[in-house]
DNA sequence: CGCAACATAGACAGACCTGTATATTTTTAA
DNA sequence: TTAAAAATATACAGGTCTGTCTATGTTGCG
């Protein structure tokens, strides 16, 4: 009983159905009445679940969060056993992300982007849930390599963040696999990748 | 007359005005009546000027790129001569450039996030833009660390861009030293910085 | 001067946006 | 079965958006 109960059908298919425009279109272009259409409900089931725009725009950036972290931990695990590790898990984990057909970045620095006011609900939650991702990534390399020197994780850090925004720039997995190659560099024989 | 002339007054007022609202508020969030507004045009003015907002969009990210690129070149001209050469310049361009009060990101990244088609100009010049980045710093490395290795180039690429998302979602200019510092653990002694 | 190029104000079309109001039907659960 | 809860269709208010049209005013320059 540790799944989330889902609280009307209606409900779900609007957020997910939101989550999928949101996501590949931009939150600014798209309207409420391409959602309801896509989803199938009327505008007044939306606006009796929500109380806003903004208020969707919130509970689709909370379940993406969900299903992110779903993957990346299950990914991470299952790399436990291997030869990479968890941290090899990682940026399996990653290289699928990117190699996904409908991979348009990050949806937390896109949303960012987009809103540019740092007070909007939307905007603080994408930077809490980086500085979640951040941490997920610490835990990967202290278990992976847990004699490399503290320094080295802000950097891998910045390297899996600028492997997202390059991904997306040249519409290709590959900075998965550089961002791989340099985490190598930085761990040295502390990290036994592949 | 290497300076490119003005083609009038209040078309330049036009693109810089957009810049910087483009650039503090995102580009769907600003319409044309506040650009004109602002830089105290008449409507027609700008439509005589730019056949649509696409276009005046394309001008703008193209006088972003201007400026962008005179700042780091100079900068990265000024550390020529100094400690940590060009590449030292480079991270000196880079951490004055995320301390700006009006510091939000990398435009390019922001208008990639909110256009989202990836066939629309603005954001194919935005790759386009990105490229010659990374080539102006692969220069710098090459500049200050003749003898490091290929391998670290396409890390470094990384890194930098990491730090550009970090320090929008951080609100910090902190990730401009994380980068230095981590280019510093991946180039070793065959960089001399500060 | 006089003319052409540039800039102005302001109204307006037509589309799209968020959010509400109303009245009806379907679903759920006691 | 029946009453409450949820979802429906539809119209609409009031705002914003891009882009056009017209008619007038200003400015630079030969």
Tied chains: 1, 2.
């Excluded at 279109?25 to 009445?33: A, E, F, L, Q, Y």
Aim: glycine share 6%.
């Amino acid at each position: 009983m540790q799944d989330t109960k889902p609280k009307s059908k209606a409900r779900e298919r609007i957020v997910d159905t939101a989550l999928r425009l949101f996501y590949s279109d931009g939150i600014n272009s798209v309207g409420i009445d391409r959602i309801i259409a896509e989803a199938d409900v009327a505008k007044m089931t939306l606006y009796n679940h929500f109380k806003s725009k903004d208020d969707l725009i919130l509970a689709v950036l909370q379940r993406r969060d969900a299903i992110f972290f779903q993957f990346f931990d299950e990914q991470i695990e299952k790399g436990a056993s291997k030869k990479g590790g968890r941290l090899g898990g990682f940026f399996t984990a990653l290289k699928k992300w990117f190699s996904a057909p409908e991979f348009r970045g990050c949806m937390f620095i896109n949303t960012a982007a987009e809103i540019a006011d740092c007070n909007h609900p939307a905007f603080q939650y994408s930077v809490d849930h980086k500085k979640r991702f951040n941490d997920l990534l610490a835990d990967a390399i202290k278990a992976s390599a847990p004699d490399a020197p503290a320094q080295v994780v802000p950097a891998i850090e910045l390297i899996v963040e600028g492997s997202i925004v390059t991904a997306v720039m040249q519409h290709s997995p590959k900075p998965a696999d550089q961002a791989r190659k340099a985490t190598r560099q930085l761990l040295g024989e502390t990290w036994l990748d592949e």
